[in-house]
């Protein structure tokens, strides 16, 4: 009996299915655009509002920061190596922020999470935005992966060091009526061949906010951010190797990225302080990533076999330099010296 009903509901749901959507698309983005319209004249002020950001230390958790510091939000830094994090708050008050908390932890330690947030409302009193930016990346291969413990580094990073930070700050969250701010990437999604680890990472994280947003809606807000290549540590070539070190190495960094236009750090923060600030409920930028992800749904053979091309293709050489999406040429030997360093410059 079960099985004719499977059968059945086979042959009739997805053409009614198809039907509804091909109905009720066009009202919903009229609806969407015109909601997006009218969130514009509500966008949340920032000015004295308490905002930790993780990952505050370079790339865009940095460019984060003084984007929120230009609409006078009061800071707290987190990250590993306490000298960059001093100067990235010295920047930040030059920006406008008036009170700026430097607290140096690992994401990936539980006890560490619990408190950078405990200082942060023990000074401020109240928290109204957490950013879950830290994050890092492997590049390799996985059937080069030597020793596949690790790796697990990738999850305690870019997942749990976000689950941590978010579970020790939701009480206060609720409290403010705050927002919780999740930078994934667009590796969740789209395909990630030698970032496998990473994109995985990614979408566990996409998957809990937004489960997350509906549990909590709508006494606290969930914005996801998935930016494309960005410039940062990051794509200055720091990443784990199959080895599962740490390391900076432009090489293997170009021949991922070489072919993909980087985008800037400094526009990126600004666009995705901006959509938070409209409430936006996830973010990607550049757009037409956004775009991407229609082929994903609908034909995710050309996606396979475009990045079949990719990989085939000769990588672009850029020997000691890389060229952003603003046409500005970054020393990535510069970024080498700290990158790999965990703890001070
Ligand atoms: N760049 C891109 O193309 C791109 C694209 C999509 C998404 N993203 C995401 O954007 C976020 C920021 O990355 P980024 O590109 O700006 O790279 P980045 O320059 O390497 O910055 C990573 C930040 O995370 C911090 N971090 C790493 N491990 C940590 C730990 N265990 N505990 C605390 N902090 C830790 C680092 O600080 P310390 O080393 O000082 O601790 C650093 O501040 C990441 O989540 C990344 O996945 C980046």
Known sequence: MDLLIHKLMNLVL???????????????????????????????????????????????????????????????????????????????????????????????????????????????????????????????????????????????????????????????????????????????????PRLTFYGASKAALINFFESLRVELDPRVAITIASPGVTESEMTQGKHLSKEGVMQVDKETVNLLIGTFPVFGAELLAKRIVNGVCRGERSITEPFYYGAVYLWKVFCPEIIHWFFLWIHAIKPMKRQGMIVTGRGKILDVDHYATTATTPITK
């Open 14 to 192: 997805p053409p009614i299915i198809f039907v509804a959507l091909c109905i009720s698309i066009p009202p919903y983005l009229f609806l969407k655009f015109f909601y997006s319209i009218l969130r514009t004249f509500s966008m949340e002020d920032m000015a004295g509002k308490v905002v930790l950001v993780t990952g505050a230390s370079s790339g865009i958790g940095e460019q984060l920061v003084y984007e929120y510091a230009r609409r006078g939000a009061r800071l707290v830094l987190v990250a590993r190596r306490k000298n960059l994090l001093e100067e990235v708050a010295k920047k930040a008050r030059g920006f406008g922020s008036t009170d700026v908390l430097v607290v140096c932890g690992d994401v990936t330690k539980v006890e560490d999470c619990k408190r950078f947030i405990e200082e942060a409302v023990n000074h401020f009193g109240c928290l109204d935005h957490l950013v879950n930016n830290a994050g890092i990346t492997n590049i390799c291969p996985f059937e080069d992966v030597t020793n596949i413990l690790n790796f697990s580094s990738m999850m305690d990073v870019n997942f749990w060091g976000s689950i941590y930070a978010t579970h020790f700050a939701i009480p206060h969250l609720l409290k403010s009526k705050g927002r919780i701010v999740v930078i994934a990437s667009p590796s969740a999604w789209l395909l990630a």
